[in-house]
């Protein structure tokens, strides 16, 4: 019996797979497709109908049963945790007969689909993400497979050593390696426990000869002693980013690093970045921030008068300081700076904000 040519059935393979690759739902594609007839379920498993696909484990109504579509799903165009697994006393709604889950028992199943998933991802966001002792290997092995496919990656970095930190979180870094087409990478960084980070050259050894936009920031940013440690691990991250990062055009960091000495060096290295973001995230006594936040900014703005292509300079003055005249006192001297910067170079679109202002 011939078939209709009126009938979706007469389509070729290809033109069939452009039609699923509209449906864009991860569970329609997971639960109604596969049971439409065996062409179907044959073609579901194509990555080319995933290719549009996002899926959201922290804002589903399903957070826990969503990792099938972690497990199943092919490929992604984006895959997101956001705020998932974050709280030690965080309990997790799956389903009505199943009211609750503990964390140990999220981290369980979200090590055990992670390890076993062969899905391919353009963008991910795992910046949330608790990276505990049975994760951690896993998700560098899932790194590892991303190849070529992963354009974006959002990740949070656990510089502790009670599970031999430096050495699992410098073979996470290492994974890195293998994301050759990577585009922008955001690594968030928590400083609770720092004291190995020294030992960790992160670009060290290898190239990422596709990125182009490098964001780092802290988990929970302070100026103390814990600063110490990091403030190590990110110039050691700077050194090398020149010739590691060749096509590295915008890059975003903490205020609370500051561009003394090494890290001026290594932003002026960067000759092709054409966008500098600076992040003054403080909370500190106003004796400290006062210190700090203005040689930062002095040190800054002297380092990008050296950066011929930079066409887009911003510095973002978030500062959980007492009193208002404080805060005003370091918005004045920001303000007289970045003045002088602009008449020093014209061309550069130079910026800072408060909370509430864009100058």
């Not at 452009?18 to 379920?41: E, I, Q």
């Not at 960790?200 to 780092?216: D, H, S």
């Not at 992040?279 to 950066?307: E, F, P, Q, Y």
Request: charge should be neutral; include cysteine.
């Amino acid at each position: 019996m011939s078939l209709n040519p009126a009938s979706v059935d007469a389509l070729p393979d290809e033109l069939l797979l452009l039609v699923l690759s509209f449906v864009g739902d991860a569970r329609t594609l997971l639960d109604a497709v596969p049971l439409v007839c065996k062409r179907w379920l044959r073609l579901h498993r194509d990555r080319r109908v995933w290719a549009e696909v996002d899926i959201d484990v922290a804002e589903s109504e399903e957070r826990v049963s969503t990792f099938r579509y972690v497990l199943h799903a092919p490929a992604a165009s984006s895959l997101s945790m956001v705020g998932y697994t974050c709280h030690p006393e965080l309990r997790v709604p799956e389903d009505p007969k199943d009211p609750t889950l503990s964390r140990a028992e999220c981290s369980r199943r979200l090590t055990s689909t992670l390890k076993r998933s062969a899905m391919v991802v353009s963008h991910l966001d795992l910046s949330t993400v608790q990276v505990d002792e049975s994760l951690h290997g896993v998700l560098t092995d899932f790194l590892g497979r991303q190849g070529d496919h992963l354009r974006s990656l959002d990740l949070r970095i656990p510089l502790v050593d009670e599970f031999e930190g430096a050495t699992k979180t410098s073979r996470l870094m290492r994974s890195f390696a293998r994301l050759q087409r990577l585009e922008r990478l955001r690594i968030r960084i928590d400083t609770e426990r720092v004291e190995m980070a020294g030992s960790m050259g992160p670009f060290g050894g290898f190239k990422m000869p596709k990125l182009k936009e490098l964001l780092i920031c802290t988990w929970s940013p302070t100026i103390g002693a814990g600063m110490v440690g990091y403030r190590d691990y990110v110039m050691r991250m700077l050194n090398g980013v020149d010739t590691a990062l060749p096509s590295l055009r915008a890059l975003e960091l903490p205020m609370t690093l500051g561009m003394e000495g090494v890290d001026a060096e290594a932003v002026v290295r960067l000759e092709r970045l054409e966008k500098l973001t600076m992040r003054a995230d403080v909370s500190a006594v106003w004796s400290i921030a006062r210190h700090v936040v203005k040689d930062d900014v002095t040190a800054t703005l002297n380092a990008c008068r050296g950066m011929a292509s930079l066409r887009s300079l911003r510095i973002h003055l978030h500062c959980n300081i007492v009193g208002l005249h404080l805060q005003d006192e370091l918005r004045d001297f920001t303000a007289a700076a970045i003045k002088a910067f602009r008449e020093d170079r014209p061309h550069v679109d130079a910026k800072f904000s408060t909370p509430n202002s864009l100058l």
